[in-house]
């Protein structure tokens, strides 16, 4: 009687993988695909603001990288959502900021801070502009008077001294 019960053990354990594995996978897991506006508050408002920032603060170098970090946004955020409703995402964007972010482009590389306050300010209201075709005119997009990173230096570094070689760095 033991062996007989020893034995239908063994059979039934055997029997569970089998079982198993003729059992259907879970479906996969929805893909994470965020709105436009999120996509918007996430990624292009901050790259805007920090723009913003850093120009004010003649950061030319940061500057640089963010107007590049701004531009990808604006790509990221058109590849999503080619279309949002009616409109075509990507051709207003590059309708509405093609000339602003040329403008800011050529005033970084020339270190003007007065034509990067005027081409940031076209920026800006480009935004709007964009915002207001998309009947989204709730949603008004300023130059930034403060700061919301106070975790974060926008001034241009100063150049260090390097005691141990006698030069800047």
Same mark, same amino acid.
């Given at each position: 009687?033991?062996? %007989? !019960?020893?034995?239908?053990?063994?059979?039934? $354990?055997?029997?569970?993988?089998?079982?198993?594995? /003729?059992?259907?996978?879970?479906? /996969?897991?929805?893909?994470? #695909?965020?709105? +436009?506006?999120? +996509?918007?508050t996430m990624?292009?408002?901050?790259?805007?603001?920090?723009?913003?920032?850093?120009?004010?603060?003649?950061?030319? !170098?940061?500057?640089?990288?963010?107007?590049?970090?701004?531009?990808? /946004?604006?790509?990221?955020?058109?590849?999503?959502?080619?279309?949002? #409703? $009616?409109?075509?995402?990507?051709?207003?964007?590059?309708? +509405?900021?093609?000339?602003?972010?040329?403008?800011?482009? *050529?005033? !970084?590389? &020339? &270190?003007?801070?007065? #034509?990067?306050?005027?081409?940031?300010?076209?920026?800006?209201?480009?935004?709007?502009?964009?915002?207001? &075709?998309?009947? *989204?005119?709730?949603?008004?997009?300023?130059?930034?008077?403060? $700061?919301? %990173?106070?975790d974060q230096? %926008?001034?241009?570094?100063?150049? =260090?001294?390097?005691?141990?070689?006698? =030069?800047?760095?």
């Amino acid at each position: 009687m033991t062996s %007989f !019960v020893l034995r239908a053990v063994l059979l039934g $354990s055997l029997a569970l993988p089998i079982a198993g594995a /003729a059992q259907l996978p879970a479906p /996969a897991p929805q893909s994470y #695909r965020p709105g +436009l506006g999120d +996509l918007m508050t996430m990624t292009v408002q901050p790259r805007h603001t920090m723009l913003g920032l850093v120009g004010r603060e003649q950061n030319w !170098v940061y500057a640089n990288y963010e107007l590049h970090e701004l531009e990808e /946004a604006f790509e990221r955020a058109a590849r999503a959502w080619p279309q949002w #409703r $009616s409109m075509p995402v990507g051709g207003m964007i590059n309708s +509405l900021t093609k000339e602003p972010l040329a403008a800011l482009a *050529q005033a !970084v590389k &020339a &270190a003007d801070a007065t #034509r990067f306050a005027t081409a940031y300010r076209q920026l800006t209201v480009a935004c709007n502009a964009c915002h207001q &075709a998309a009947n *989204q005119r709730m949603i008004v997009i300023k130059v930034p008077e403060a $700061s919301p %990173f106070p975790d974060q230096e %926008f001034r241009p570094p100063k150049p =260090r001294s390097d005691a141990s070689r006698g =030069r800047f760095v």
